[in-house]
T-cell receptor, first 116, second 116 residues
Framework: GNSVTQMEGPVTLSEEAFLTINCTYT??????LFWYVQYPGEGLQLLLK?????DKGSNKGFEATYRKETTSFHLEKGSVQVSDSAVYFC???????????????FGKGTLLTVNP | ETGVTQTPRHLVMGMTNKKSLKCEQH?????MYWYKQSAKKPLELMFV???????ENNSVPSRFSPECPNSSHLFLHLHTLQPEDSALYLC???????????????FGPGTRLTVL
């Protein structure tokens, strides 16, 4: 079945450091790819998405490019802030088994802590 | 972000109690979802509703009983739960288009459930 693998955390950085969180996926067909962020005590918020190969999603200084050849969707930010401390989830959309509905398959999440 | 609201935010219950979780979406979407987020597992999809009809049940035990009276409201009725059911329960909604990749899912803040 489809799956998402993202780098294990936790990741600890100093403010203004460069961030990369790796994400690779296994899927049949061409799913949409997502990064969601979960701040402490809150639900998931969509950070960015890409719907086809070579698309680049971007938001709040974060970027990720849909790479079909490497089946990857790595999250990057050039200069992190303390307020970026959160758990980041990579996800793909796929069909629910045998059905016509789509569901999100998530990676396990990566905890990012940014220190001042 | 108040597009998807969940109540209560925190719930503590004994194994013999009956309680319900409520989700309401104000986005005009036609699909709603329940997810379970526990400490040691990736996010797990539990149920999917399209246009008030349950379209998917992801092998969830019968002690969890969903109800979707209309496209804006979703409930999760709980009875005789086990301590291992303690988790964050997240509700989400989306606008299903029927073809192509799924549209973005918007999440509520979650209900933190503790079963004693």
């Amino acid at each position: 079945g489809n799956s998402v693998t993202q780098m294990e955390g936790p990741v600890t950085l100093s403010e203004e450091a460069f961030l990369t969180i790796n994400c690779t996926y296994t899927a049949t067909g061409y799913p949409s790819l997502f990064w969601y962020v979960q701040y402490p005590g809150e639900g998931l918020q969509l950070l960015l998405k890409a719907t086809k190969a070579d698309d680049k999603g971007s938001n709040k200084g974060f970027e990720a490019t849909y790479r079909k050849e490497t089946t990857s969707f790595h999250l990057e930010k050039g200069s992190v802030q303390v307020s970026d401390s959160a758990v980041y989830f990579c996800a793909l959309s796929d069909l629910f088994s045998g059905g016509s509905n789509y569901k999100l398959t998530f990676g396990k999440g990566t905890l990012l802590t940014v220190n001042p | 972000e108040t597009g998807v609201t969940q109540t209560p935010r925190h719930l503590v219950m004994g194994m013999t109690n009956k309680k319900s979780l409520k989700c309401e979406q104000h986005l005009g979407h036609n699909a709603m979802y329940w997810y379970k987020q526990s400490a040691k597992k990736p996010l797990e999809l539990m149920f999917v509703y399209n246009f008030k009809e349950q379209t998917e049940n992801n092998s969830v035990p019968s002690r969890f009983s969903p109800e979707c009276p209309n496209s804006s409201h979703l409930f999760l009725h709980l009875h005789t739960l086990q301590p291992e059911d303690s988790a964050l329960y997240l509700c989400a909604s989306s606008q299903e288009r029927g073809t192509g990749s799924t549209d973005t899912q918007y999440f509520g803040p979650g209900t933190r459930l503790t079963v004693l």
